[in-house]
T-cell receptor
């Protein structure tokens, strides 16, 4: 079955750029989706179809996807961005696949 | 405005069957390209996709849980029901339902743009 892998944690200083990766076999041939989840809250979609931002998501959130790796980039990271981030892919055989999540710490 | 809300028991005994209902508003599950999915999250752990029902009543299940899951819809009531059999303590989790969106690229792809608040289900005797 298809799987995607994320680093467990990423740290960033306020105002700097955070990059969170998601790896999967030929992930670039599929699409990557990214969700933000703050403690006690439901996930919120922040990036869809690799690079698109839903309405209401700040411009500092961006995405890319090529080869085997998708990347969520947060430019000018703010304290409010501290959260768990999950990537998701859709595979024709497996269906929905979530990564293990990355805890973003804004130091 | 799309909203979804999960309901069901908070405590289930091992070996019993869990039945959860997702009641939604703001969209119709008879509209092409729309689906409702179920995702769960054990305490302190990652999200896990469980099932998705399409507008045309097609269904997809997580391969690892397929034998235990049944998803159905009642379009007239704006509800989707998930049944999971033979519950075990490892199934303790917050169960979310979410609005599914289909995209045609080189294949068909689904994601979840809006989620309910989730319901915590504990499996214990």
């Amino acid at each position: 079955s298809y799987e995607v892998t994320q680093p467990p944690s990423v740290s960033v200083s306020p105002g700097q750029t955070a990059s969170i990766t998601c790896s999967g076999d030929k992930l670039g041939d599929k699409y990557a989706y990214w969700y933000q989840q703050k403690p006690g809250q439901s996930p919120v979609l922040v990036i869809y179809q690799d690079i698109k931002r839903p309405s209401g998501i700040p411009e500092r959130f961006s995405g890319s996807n090529s080869g085997n790796t998708a990347t969520l980039t947060i430019s000018g990271t703010q304290a409010m961005d501290e959260a768990d981030y999950y990537c998701q892919a859709w595979d024709s055989s497996t269906g929905g696949v979530f990564g293990g999540g990355t805890k973003l710490t804004v130091l | 405005q799309i909203t979804l809300k999960e309901s069901g028991p908070t405590l289930v005994k091992p070996t019993q069957t869990l039945t959860l209902t997702c009641t939604f508003s703001g969209f119709s599950l008879s509209t092409s390209g729309v689906g409702v999915g179920w995702i769960r999250q054990p305490p302190g752990k990652a999200l896990e996709w469980l099932a998705l029902i399409y507008w045309d009543d097609a269904k997809r299940y997580s391969p690892s849980l397929k034998s235990r899951l049944t998803i159905t819809k009642d379009t007239s009531k704006n509800q989707v029901v998930l049944r999971m059999t033979n519950m075990d303590p490892v199934d303790t989790a917050t169960y979310y339902c979410a609005h599914g969106v289909r995209f045609f690229g080189s294949g068909t792809y689904w994601h979840f743009d809006l989620w309910g608040r989730g319901t915590l289900v504990t499996i214990s005797s």
